[in-house]
């Protein structure tokens, strides 16, 4: 229950006044089409890993992106993010191309990646600091919001510390606030919640819920499927770069009638046999 307080006290914390009224931007934002996606497809030398992906995402939803390790994921993701450019296809965001509108873009898009690259020479603060005049928000604002969402993580005492003495887990949490303190109206996560703790990852999913409720619209893409299920108000499944299922749990469940969405995964993916698996992974330790 404090968890859940928590979390509402996050969002409150991000949707207060930064340039915007958080009310006026959800009532214009409500059902608008965020993220569009024509046939994209992206090649590394000769090897093609996306295969015409298209989609449609709407705001206030948290979309689950689930695929086998290779099916083109983070690929996604970081094409949709302006880490990369060269692609096939035509991608929309917020209306706009994302080839011939980027930076503009990236203003309203917040970041967090599995593996958190920080300047591990500064603290927390500081990097924060970096991280808020970049995105254009007065210092004050930017430290008072800094402050705030370390404090729900439990890692005030930690803002002065340097990042190079930080745990994976206390890393992964400074990147989650930086990608969150300039108020991104969409936001891609990429197992975002790597190294946490228990508490950590209670509280996350919580303040994923309640973002979306404020008209956020979270791209998430995780191996997690309990996590996926529970959230995502809509699972999109890739495999070898096109995607094989779309829809919510509860729609896609109709159609396939599995217990949860790892055995729907497991079965849409044809990886079925990982008895069989385990048993020979065993045996080779044995001979």
Known sequence: MILRVLSVLVVTLIFSSININSKNLKQKMDNQTIVQIHNLEKRYGKKKVLHGINLEIASGQIIGYIGPNGAGK???????????????GDVKIFGKDL????????????????????????????????????????N????????????IFEMKPNLNQRIATFSKGMRQKVMICSALLHNPDLIFMDEPLSGLDANSVIMVKEMLIHL??????????????DVVEKISDRIVLIDQG??????????????????????????????????????????????
Not at 212 to 225: D, P, Q
Not at 246 to 268: A, Q, V, Y
């Open 99 to 138: 080839r011939t509108h980027e930076l503009e873009i990236k203003q309203q898009v917040g970041y967090i990646p599995e593996n958190a690259v920080l300047y591990e020479s500064l603290t927390p603060m500081e990097f924060m600091e970096f991280i808020g005049e970049m995105r254009g928000l007065e």
């Open 74 to 88: 983070s690929t996604t993701v970081k094409i949709l993010c302006g880490l990369i450019n060269d692609f096939e």
């Open 242 to 287: 096109k995607v094989i299922a779309d829809g919510s749990f509860e729609e896609l469940n109709k159609l396939s009638n599995d217990e949860n969405l790892e055995k729907m995964f497991t079965r849409l993916t044809g990886n079925t046999n990982h008895g069989e698996k385990a048993e020979a992974f065993i045996n080779a330790f044995e001979k």
């Open 212 to 225: 979306a409720r404020e008209g956020k619209t979270v791209f998430y893409s995780s191996h997690l499927m």
């Open 140 to 151: 004050e604002v930017c430290r008072s919001k800094a402050e705030a969402l370390m404090n």
